[in-house]
Structure formats: C-alpha cells, structure tokens
C-alpha cells in the first residue's frame, strides 16, 4: 500500500482505482538476482495473495526443457525458486510477455501491467487503460486489486500530441519494429498518432508497440487515415530514416549461432506461418532456431508445433532470448525479427545481432 501510495503522491492520484488484472516483470534470475527474491520472499512469508487475476512475465528458461538450455543445478533451483513465490502468492504462472492471448483485456478496463510491450499493446490495441508498472508496483496492484489514477487511467492524458506522417508503404514486420524503435527514441514520453500507416496486422502493431516501448516511454498510440491535424506537433518517417534504422540494429552479420522468433512472444497465427515456412526443410546442425510462446499459445498449437520440431526448431515456452543465460549456450552471434530484441541484446545480453524479416532468419537457420 505504501507503494501505491507514494507513486500516486508523485504522479497527482487523487485515489486509488480497483484494477482487473495485474501481470508483473522481474521473474528471470539472470534479470533480478538475489535481493528482489528476499522482498518476495517477505511478502510470502506475511501471507501476501493476490487480490485480482495476475500473471507474470518469462522466466530464464523453458520449466519443461531446464536440461536442454545449459543451466546449473543452483541457477536452476534459484530460477523455480521465483517461480514458486509467485504461485504462493496466487499468481498465475504464465510465464510469458503476452498475457492478452490468454485473455483478452476489456476496452475501458483498468490494470496494472508491468511488461512495456505489453502495456502498449494493450492501451492502443484493445483500448484497456493500464500504466508502465515497474515489477514493484504491479506486484502491489496485484495484492491490493487497486491502482493509483494518474496517467494511463485519466481520459485527459491519453491524447495524442505528436502526429507521425509516414511516407513509405510498410508492410514486413521489421519495419513496423523499427518504425517504433526510431519515434521511441525521438518522442520519449510524447503520444504519436500515426497517418499512413495501411495494410498493417496485429503482428505488426505488435512489433511497432514493442519498439516504441524499448526506445522510449511511450504507452499508447494511435493510427488515423487522416493526414490532417493543424493542431498537432508534425513529424515526418521517410523511407531513409526507417533504412538506416534496420541498419543499425544489426551489430554482426550472418552465419548466426541462434535464430529467435517469437519476441514479444508468438501468437498462434505466428506459428503457423512458421510451420508453413519450415515444413519442407530442416534446421541446420550448427544453429539452433527458437521459436518462443506462452504455454497456452503452445498448447493450441501442437500441430505446427509438431512440424517446426520435426525440422528441428524449439518452440519454447516461459521463457525468451533476452531473459535466458545465452552465453551459457556458447551464442556470439544472434538473428532476429524483432527490433526490441535487436535493440536489447548487444548490451543485454553480450551477442552481436543480425535484424531480419521472419522469412531471412529461417532460411538462415535451415540447410540450403
Ligand atoms: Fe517478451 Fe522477452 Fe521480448 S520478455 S517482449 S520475448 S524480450
């Protein structure tokens, strides 16, 4: 409460808000480290239980395949660990960045999500109305089923005031990763509203909320046909800008040790194309190809989960890339489609990147 309390102090709450569901960062052992498991620890040991439906964010390993990713007994135990406080406390061990496939926000309905791709998303695409929580906060909205209402939660701080005009025709879905990871970096904490933008997916506003949430602080965005609004900031994206950005997120080049889809973790219709992609081929010995889920996504999809692992792909759950010991794996040289992963892993994780469109990375990934 004393969380809750201060942040709406800060941030001008007038009161605390009831949410309808939590979800909540910091379960990686190679992100948190010792100190937050003793603040869990604490919690748990005073009978702390989640009030409302609260999930958690990917661990540093698939909990089914520990033996397969290269990890010591005591990270291991450290890792389920974690895991087992949050299920003490009631919280529902999904495991992964995208709580909104296992169910769907209500438009208008309050949360307190701490994932940043996830908060995006769930702001602009399914207009719920949540904050950027910290592991902290989210995790005191989770045991207290309120939040303070400031920000995301008032109507008034939610316009737009910077309108994006985009000239190019976007269609992979690296480019709407790197749209997202060049106006992160230009509007901070400002809220873009896109014109231009045709044709594009859920995929693809996912990618573009994931790269605008990694660069900067934006919670929300919007898209409109109309090119129009004299009363808005103006900023044009011209096919250069978006250019020099793939560019620049990749930091090595190609044969890579690892090929990882699936950040912010795949949907069903993700996995699909991938076992359509894959079904005539075959992984090469010398790279591994991650393909990486929620448990929930992976169960509905055992079909094509069963044809990219018979061409010798993993599709892994609870976990991803970037929260996952890779070093441990022997990985220099990392391929992606994802911007936020590419923009994260040099420093992150120590591993050159190489950025490409889905379709590259598996044939990268794949005998000739
Ligand atoms: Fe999810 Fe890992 Fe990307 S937590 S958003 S797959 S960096």
């Known amino acids: 409460m004393r969380i809750l309390v201060k942040l709406g102090d800060l941030y001008g709450a007038t009161r605390l808000i009831p949410i309808e569901s939590a979800h909540i960062s910091g379960v990686s052992y190679k992100t948190i480290g010792d100190a937050p498991t003793e603040f869990l620890e604490e919690i748990v040991k005073t009978q702390g239980k989640t009030k409302v439906r609260s999930t958690v964010n ?34 529902t061990p999904a495991l992964t960045c995208t709580p909104y496939y ?95 933008l045709t ?58 040790d690892l090929v990882f889809l699936g950040c912010p973790h795949s949907s069903l219709s993700e996995i699909k194309w991938i076992a359509e992609e894959i079904k005539h081929k075959k992984v090469r010995n010398d790279v591994r190809l991650w393909i990486c889920t929620s448990r929930h996504v992976r169960n509905s999809a055992k079909r094509y989960v069963d044809i990219i692992e018979a061409a010798g792909g993993k599709v892994l759950c609870d976990t991803c890339a970037v929260v996952a010991w890779l070093k441990n794996l022997g990985v220099e040289t990392l391929m992606t489609n994802s911007a936020k992963t590419a923009y994260y892993a040099p420093t992150f994780n120590r591993v050159e990147t190489v950025f490409a469109p889905m379709k590259k990375c598996i044939d990268a990934a794949c005998e000739l």
């Open 199 to 256: 044709g594009y997916t859920k995929t693809g506003l996912k990618q573009l909320g994931a790269g605008l949430a990694s660069s900067g602080m934006t919670s929300i965005f919007y898209i409109r046909e109309e090119t129009e609004r004299k009363d808005l900031e103006k900023i044009t994206i011209g096919e250069k800008d978006l250019r020099n950005t793939i560019e620049n997120l990749s930091t090595g080049s190609e044969p890579p």
């Open 58 to 91: 990917p661990s540093a390993f698939d909990v089914d395949r520990v033996e397969e990713m290269g990890i010591s007994k005591e990270l291991r135990q450290k890792q389920f660990k974690i895991i087992d406080l949050y299920k003490k406390m009631g919280v």
């Open 102 to 196: 296992l169910e769907k926000p209500k438009p208008g309905s309050h949360l307190a999500w701490a994932e940043s791709s996830a908060v995006v998303y769930a702001n602009s695409v399914w207009r719920a109305w949540t904050n950027r929580e910290g592991g902290p906060s989210a995790l005191a909205s989770a045991l207290i089923g309120k939040t303070p209402n400031y920000g995301m939660h008032r109507p008034d701080e939610r316009n737009p005031n910077i309108l994006v005009k985009i000239k190019p025709g976007l269609k992979r879905e690296i480019d709407f990763g790197a749209l997202g990871i060049y106006v992160g970096k230009l509007l901070k904490e400002g809220i873009p509203i896109f014109s231009g």
